[in-house]
């Protein structure tokens, strides 16, 4: 399984952004995905996920209420529809694509990753 994540860019603060994971392969539907940002100087964050199924969805809590995740299993994607940007939210995104993604453990690592893309959003 390949990922290609797209969509990032400039936005001021309040504004929003549409992230695209485009994944190759019949496996990807069968595969929980999700989203994690790193800003400059910090670890890596887990930002959102979505079961293979597209029914189940988690967040982080400084997230939740602006972000939604949502996945199109007939053309291989996931999108991260960010709304209310803030400063904060500047970071390169990433998507990943594990089985077992939905109870992320920072501790194991993710089978796929993405390039990052980056989102930058002015205050």
């Known amino acids: 399984v390949q990922l290609q994540a797209s969509g990032g860019g400039l936005v001021q603060a309040g504004g929003s952004l549409r992230l695209t994971c485009a994944g190759s392969?019949?496996?990807?539907?069968?595969?929980?995905v999700g989203w994690f940002r790193q800003a400059p100087g910090k670890g890596r964050e887990f930002v959102a996920a979505?079961?293979?199924?597209?029914?189940?969805?988690k967040y982080t809590d400084s997230v939740k209420g602006r972000f939604t995740i949502s996945r199109d299993n007939a053309k291989n994607t996931v999108y991260l529809q960010m709304n209310s940007l803030k400063a904060e939210d500047t970071a390169v995104y990433y998507c990943?694509?594990?089985?077992?993604?939905?109870?992320?453990?920072?501790?194991?690592?993710?089978?796929?990753w993405g390039q990052g893309t980056q989102v930058t959003v002015s205050s």
């Open positions: 979505i079961s293979y199924s597209g029914r189940s969805t």
């Open positions: 990943a694509a594990d089985p077992g993604l939905m109870e992320y453990d920072p501790k194991y690592e993710l089978d796929y």
């Open positions: 392969g019949r496996a990807f539907s069968s595969l929980a």
